[in-house]
Structure formats: structure tokens, C-alpha cells
């Protein structure tokens, strides 16, 4: 015979009791942990944003660091081939190390030009010292129209007034400037405009002087002034065109090279306007 349970009075009662206990412990449990969630955030929801803004840096990092390499990579380009193709092969056929006589200077130059038009012969004067200056006039002329203002108060002291007032307001429009003694004072005034560009008149090399209109038939027919750089003892005079041929700048380079004298003389290059330069030697002359 089997056992018999026999359930008292009550035991129900209680049992639907404890069920509701533990609903409402559940219930408590699951509040307490919505407000712990509330009150400190889910690590793994900020994990996502912090690897997307480390991502996001390290996506501008690289991005910058291309950026640097190529503009780094340009200028090392740059720096490695700073002329065009065709210069760097015209520049070949000069040798820097060695003087050029100048008819084998005048023939190189000639072979060497980079430009398609009429281009400028120059020579660089590098002196003993500072302070050399003076004139020459060139047997076959710069090539180049010199354009030639007169000051003279004798004459016109309102034109000198109104050439003042043209120079101070920055409108120079002329290669040299002529003036008579009496011209001076008014011209004092620009004096700290012109000195610098080598247009002050100035008795040492002629450009102050009582008869004016005869100076500036010479320089018209090819007289140039000269003079070093005010901090370098560097002589620069235009002396011809490249199509003038080798004789006629043979004369000009000839003539301005006797002017500055040999003994006034450390080194001399011989360029047109757009080419490289070629050393020659003085001593030849």
C-alpha cells in the first residue's frame, strides 16, 4: 500500500504567495539592473566609437603622410632637375672649370642660345673692390634704344620741376638722366630714389655737365656707364646682341673689358640673357 500525502489546510494559500515573492524579486532584479545600465553606459557601446575615431585618425594620418611623401618627392624632383631638358643639354656642352679665350667663348655662346628672340649679350664683372665705376662708348652699340632725359634749369626749370615730381610718383622712363650743375639742388630731392638704380647724374661719369644735348648724342651712339654694386664688388654692362655676330661683340666685349681695366679685374662671365654662363679670360684681352 502506497503512501498517502495528505496536504493540510492552508499549503495552497501559501504556495500562490511564494510564487508572487519571487515574481516581485524578478521584477526588482530586472529594474535594478535597467537603472545600473542607465547610470554606467555599456562599455561595448563606446568600444565601437572609440575604434571608429582611432580608424578615423589613422585614415587622416596616412592621408597626410601621402600628402607629405609626394610634395616631399616633387621637391626632391624639383631640386634634382631645377632647368628644363633642354637646358640641361645645352648646358653640357659648357665646361665650368676652364676660361674660354674669348673667340672660343663668342663661338660657344652662339651655340648655346635658348631663346627665340634677339637676346642680350651681358658680361659679369667680378672686381678687386668695390668703387670702380665709369664709361665707355661701344664701336657698334648695346642694340638696345637708350632712352635719354635732360634736366635743365637754365633752359626749363619748370620741365626739371615737373621731372621731379614724375620720379618721386615711381614713373622713371629713361636709361640715364643728364643735368646741368644748376639742375643739382632740384634734383637732390629723388637723389635717394635714383642712387640706387644707378641713375643719379654725377660729374665722375659725365652725366653732370653744361652742355647736356652733346652728352646725349654719345650716349646714344653707344656710351654706358658703369659701375659696381653698391654692397658687391660686381661690374653687370649689356654690351650687344647676339645678332651682332663675333666681330662686332669681339670690339664691344674688347673695348667695355678696357674700359674696366685688367688689373681692376678677378674673373669675368659671358652669358646672353636666357643661357648659362661662360668663364673667360681677361688676361687674353
Do not use: C
Request: positive net charge.
Amino acid at each position: 500500500m502506497g503512501k498517502i500525502r495528505v496536504k493540510t489546510f492552508g499549503d495552497e494559500d501559501q504556495e500562490q504567495k511564494d510564487k508572487l515573492k519571487a515574481q516581485k524579486r524578478a521584477e526588482a532584479k530586472k529594474l535594478a539592473q535597467q537603472n545600473a545600465a542607465a547610470n554606467n553606459p555599456d562599455v561595448k557601446t563606446e568600444a565601437p566609437e572609440k575604434e571608429q575615431t582611432e580608424t578615423g585618425q589613422q585614415t587622416n594620418n596616412s592621408e597626410s603622410e601621402n600628402k607629405k611623401q609626394k610634395t616631399d618627392s616633387r621637391k626632391t624632383v624639383s631640386k634634382q632637375n631645377p632647368h628644363s631638358k633642354h637646358y640641361r643639354e645645352v648646358i653640357a656642352h659648357v665646361d665650368k672649370n676652364k676660361k674660354y679665350n674669348l673667340p672660343e667663348a663668342l663661338t660657344l655662346l652662339e651655340k648655346i642660345k635658348l631663346a627665340t628672340f634677339d637676346e642680350t649679350v651681358e658680361l659679369h664683372i667680378n672686381t678687386n673692390e668695390k668703387g670702380i665705376s665709369g664709361n665707355v662708348t661701344l664701336p657698334h652699340g648695346t642694340g638696345k634704344e637708350t632712352r635719354i632725359a635732360i634736366a635743365n634749369a637754365t633752359e626749363d626749370a619748370k620741365h626739371v620741376e615737373e621731372l621731379v615730381k614724375k620720379i618721386e610718383a615711381g614713373k622713371i622712363d629713361f636709361d640715364v638722366l643728364i643735368a646741368t650743375p644748376d639742375s643739382m639742388a632740384k634734383l637732390a630731392k629723388v637723389a635717394r630714389i635714383l642712387g640706387p638704380k644707378g641713375l643719379m647724374p654725377n660729374p665722375k661719369n659725365g652725366t653732370v655737365t653744361p652742355k647736356p644735348d652733346e652728352i646725349a648724342k654719345k650716349f646714344a651712339g653707344g656710351q654706358v656707364n658703369f659701375k659696381t654694386e653698391a654692397k658687391f664688388p660686381i661690374l653687370h654692362l649689356a654690351v650687344g646682341k647676339l645678332s651682332f655676330g663675333d666681330k662686332k661683340l669681339n670690339d664691344n666685349i674688347t673695348t667695355a673689358i678696357k674700359a674696366v681695366k685688367t688689373k681692376n679685374i678677378k674673373n669675368i662671365t659671358l652669358k646672353s640673357t636666357m643661357s648659362p654662363g661662360i668663364k673667360i679670360e681677361a688676361t687674353t684681352i
